[in-house]
């Protein structure tokens, strides 16, 4: 077995960081047959091995660099390895890195009380990822209404536990029954479905503001006040998760913004580190003692990490920057690629755009890795780009460029 090679430092001269770079390169094949080997096979992976990242770039093993148009699934918005994300990590770690939830700690006393602010909410709950934010969500509803019942959007994600899972649609289910009983899934979009599906023992309606998993699906404006609307009149809990779409995803804050609703319970995850693990569940209602718990949950380190998250989206204004440069984004993408053949639809808000072709899109994604830009293909047929918040606007037009050579298509003319 090769010896683990940490990257070079600033000392090395150019041929040590060859050679480093060469050995790095020898190990790839050695990673991904022990990837083979020894974990589950619950993913399909790109064949690179990513070693490091700055911004919204990365470099695998071969010293190959990529712009990054995944983002880590919508998490890395402030880029990867931010100054101040690492500088707050590293403090932190040498002064307490864990406690459990048995004593006070003031990093996470600060971050509630800044997420409290942010999102409009009185309270949260906090937890170590989306799917737990989900379970936290839908316990709270169960406990708030005395009621049993969820209804979920057909193609919803809203996490893989058994909670998360049985409200979502979007993912193998069939082999892990029974789930929760009483799930209804509703055609996304349509409040009216809602409406209907509604009976005696509904407890909360859970929705995301944007479909991610299912392929970036921007809903009808007035979707989510009218469901509000439903859901007051029906005394049913609207639970938004705002894991993928939360801290400037969209060109808001939250997406809800967007739409002007303040659901009951709202959900965070992705994002909220900087790449470090963390979720949280807000809402005006509350678990009193006993009733939820989490052993890591709010930990000093995450809530550290958080803290200077948040504090770099305020200070390099990131989420006006999701807005400019989303529009910017889907612009060119609409001009160039909008109206080929292969091309069916180009949506999206802020930097959560969702290119759907007519044919599935994995060969495009190859292709891309290949020429130097990470994508994510969902819903089979949907390229989705979520890259870092701090992308530039030369990294957004070597992607445009790169996916217009892949999609063979003749530039149309502006405007189209
Ligand atoms: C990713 C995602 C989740 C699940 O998050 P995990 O951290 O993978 O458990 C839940 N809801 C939405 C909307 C997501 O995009």
Redesign the pocket.
Same mark, same amino acid.
């Given at each position: 077995m090769l010896p683990y090679t940490a990257p070079p430092t600033r000392q090395h001269g150019a041929l040590i960081k060859r050679i480093y770079t060469w050995v790095r390169a020898l190990r790839t094949q050695e990673v991904m047959e022990k990837e083979r080997q020894f974990i589950m096979q619950t993913y399909a992976r790109l064949p690179i091995v990513i070693i490091e990242g700055r911004g919204a770039v990365v470099r695998d093993a071969y010293g190959r660099e990529y712009v990054d148009c995944v983002a880590g699934? *919508?998490v890395n918005s402030v880029g990867h390895c931010h100054p101040k994300v690492v500088a707050a990590i590293k403090t932190q770690a040498e002064r307490l890195i864990h406690t459990s939830n048995l004593f006070y700690t003031e990093p996470q006393v600060e971050l509630a009380e800044k997420l409290c602010r942010l999102t409009n909410f009185e309270k949260v709950f906090f937890c170590n $990822? +989306? *799917? =737990?934010? /989900?379970e936290a969500a839908l316990k709270l509803a169960r406990k708030v209404t005395k009621k049993k019942g969820f209804i979920a959007a057909e193609n $919803?994600?809203? @996490?893989? !536990?058994f909670g *998360?899972l049985s409200v979502t649609h979007h993912v193998k289910r069939d082999i892990f029954e029974p789930l929760l009983s009483n799930v209804k899934f509703i055609r996304y979009g349509d409040a009216d479905a809602i409406r209907k599906a509604i009976d005696e023992d509904t407890a909360a309606v859970i929705l =995301?503001p944007i479909? @991610?998993?299912a392929g970036v699906i921007v809903p009808p404006p007035e979707y989510l006040r009218e469901v509000k609307e439903v859901c007051e009149e029906r005394d049913v809990l609207l639970i938004l998760? =705002? /894991?993928? !779409?939360g801290f400037g995803r969209t060109g808001r804050w939250f997406c809800k913004d967007h739409f002007k609703v303040q659901p009951d319970i709202m !959900?965070v995850?992705?994002a909220l580190g900087g790449g470090f693990?963390i +979720?949280a569940t807000l809402s005006n209602f509350s678990f009193e003692r006993g009733e939820h718990a989490s052993t890591f949950g709010g930990n000093p380190l995450a809530c550290t990490a958080a803290l200077a998250t948040i504090q770099v989206i305020e200070e390099e204004r990131l989420v006006e920057r999701s807005e400019r440069l989303g529009t910017y984004f889907m612009q060119r993408l609409s001009e160039t690629i909008g109206g080929c053949d292969g091309v069916k639809d180009v949506r999206g808000k802020g930097l959560m755009l969702g290119v759907e072709l007519r044919e599935r899109c994995e060969g495009v994604v190859h292709a891309a890795l290949k020429r130097g830009v990470l994508l994510n293909c969902t819903a089979d047929r949907v390229i989705r780009l979520v890259p870092p918040l701090v992308v530039e606007k030369s990294h957004i037009d070597v992607v445009v460029e790169v996916l217009s050579e892949i999609l063979g298509t003749t530039p149309q003319p502006p405007g189209i």
């Open positions: 699934i *919508a $990822s +989306g *799917a =737990e934010s /989900v $919803s994600f809203h @996490g893989r !536990t *998360a =995301e479909q @991610g998993e998760d =705002e /894991v993928q !779409t !959900t995850a992705k693990p +979720g």
